[in-house]
């Protein structure tokens, strides 16, 4: 399908905030496939493959972690972006980025650095990958960060929609290159968001019945997964239920992703958008599921938290990973010249920049890096038997 007038252009790209030398035209590429192409080049991208999605550090090597999460948002949000006519390739970077900024241990090491932080602002994922993008990843001589598009940093920092309160980290990016945060942002940007969402409801279905957790006659009885079961069972009747796991997430995301496209579909063209201003503009989101879906779906995310994600074996760990984060945390305030040198080498003197500079380090762990060097500065910590 060609692109729609409504999708975000990239000859119309707002640009970026240094100017590329030799400009956007040289080469095969548009100024979005660069976007995408530094995320993949990215350190911070690769350190996604010992990130936290729901298991910590799992043995297992078929759970997901937050590279193999992103690599499944990206394909959802490609499949969406092409069948709405919208730019792939923004699509696909937003989706392969919008994770860039989770500390190491998920939620429980974003929790234990939002505690660390409260005097110094807070923290959150969403506005550290910004931070990240920004001013952490260097790759170039004369200047910080990675200098994505405008386009690229307003859908990131509105993963969640407008920000009409930004917190410090975004401010600051919004400071520099004025991002229109109380505006909903591209189609991209939103389908991005709702691509993260099937995917997870999805694959952590996967990941628990994996891991034993989850129970799948109880899952059977969520609403949308009753009835994506009784589909599959209707077409593999002579086939046990264990066979059936793959169809059953297949089915779902096919359900799931069908049903954004047509909802979406319907409320582009009732809107009226001829434009990405015109989406800006628009005062709401047109990018969603059917009432129904959206309903069964926060049916299925309770389900979800209440089985799965504060499941006891899954709160014990998380119980650990927070005290681990929150003692590296004090340990390196106490004695920042334990920080590695080049870390050591850009420590600012004054507050809250110093606390930041440190809460900056922790998150840019891996797992694994947060568990090495709390075993050297302070002893091995015991992880609950994991997965
Ligand atoms: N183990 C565990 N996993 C969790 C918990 N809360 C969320 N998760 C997992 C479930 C999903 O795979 C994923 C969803 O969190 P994300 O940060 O990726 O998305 P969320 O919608 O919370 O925020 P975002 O859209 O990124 O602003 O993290 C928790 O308390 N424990």
Same mark, same amino acid.
């Given at each position: ?115 660390? @932080? ?33 386009? @690229? ?102 359900? @799931? ?107 840019? @762990? ?22």
């Amino acid at each position: 399908m060609s692109r729609a007038p409504y999708a975000a252009d990239p000859a119309r790209s707002r640009g970026r905030l240094h100017p590329d030398p030799g400009g956007e035209t040289r080469g095969p590429r548009d100024v979005f496939q660069r976007d995408r192409d530094r995320i993949v080049h990215a350190i911070a991208f690769r350190r996604l493959r010992h990130k936290t999605q729901v298991f910590v550090a799992p043995d297992g090597d078929h759970f997901r972690v937050r590279l193999t999460h992103s690599l499944e948002v990206a394909q959802i949000g490609r499949t969406i972006a092409r069948a709405l006519g919208l730019n792939e390739d923004l699509t696909e970077a937003l989706c392969l980025a919008h994770d860039i900024g989770h500390p190491p241990f998920g939620h429980a090491g974003e929790e234990a650095l939002r505690e660390a @932080m409260a005097e110094a602002g807070g923290f959150d994922h969403n506005a550290h990958t910004l931070r990240v993008l920004t001013r952490l990843e260097s790759p170039y001589p004369r200047w910080r960060g990675l200098n994505l598009s405008w386009d @690229m940093l307003e859908g990131l920092a509105k993963h969640n929609g407008p920000v009409p309160a930004p917190n410090w980290a975004l401010a600051e990016v919004d400071a520099e290159l004025p991002l229109a945060l109380d505006a909903w942002p591209s189609l991209e940007a939103q389908v991005a968001a709702l691509a993260d969402d099937i995917a997870y409801d999805n694959h952590d279905i996967d990941d628990g019945l994996r891991a034993g957790i989850l129970d799948l006659d109880a899952l059977c009885a969520v609403p949308l997964v009753a009835a994506r079961w009784e589909a599959v069972r209707a077409r593999h009747p002579d086939l046990p239920p264990d066979r059936l796991r793959g169809e059953l997430i297949r089915d779902q995301i096919g359900a @799931m992703v069908n049903d954004l496209i047509e909802t979406s579909r319907a409320r582009i063209a009732a809107s009226g958008v001829d434009s990405v201003e015109a989406v800006r503009a628009a005062g709401q989101p047109l990018i969603g599921f059917s009432d129904a879906m959206a309903q069964d779906e926060r049916v299925l995310k309770r389900f979800m938290y209440a089985t799965l994600y504060h499941s006891p074996s899954q709160l014990a760990v998380a119980a650990v990973a927070r005290g681990l984060v929150a003692r590296l945390f004090a340990a390196y305030v106490a004695a920042p010249d334990r920080l590695p040198a080049a870390w050591r080498a850009t420590l600012p003197e004054t507050e809250p920049a110093r606390t930041r500079h440190i809460a900056d380090f922790i998150a840019g @762990m891996t797992d694994r890096y947060a568990i090495g060097r709390h075993a050297e500065l302070i002893g091995p910590v015991a992880l609950p038997e994991g997965f």
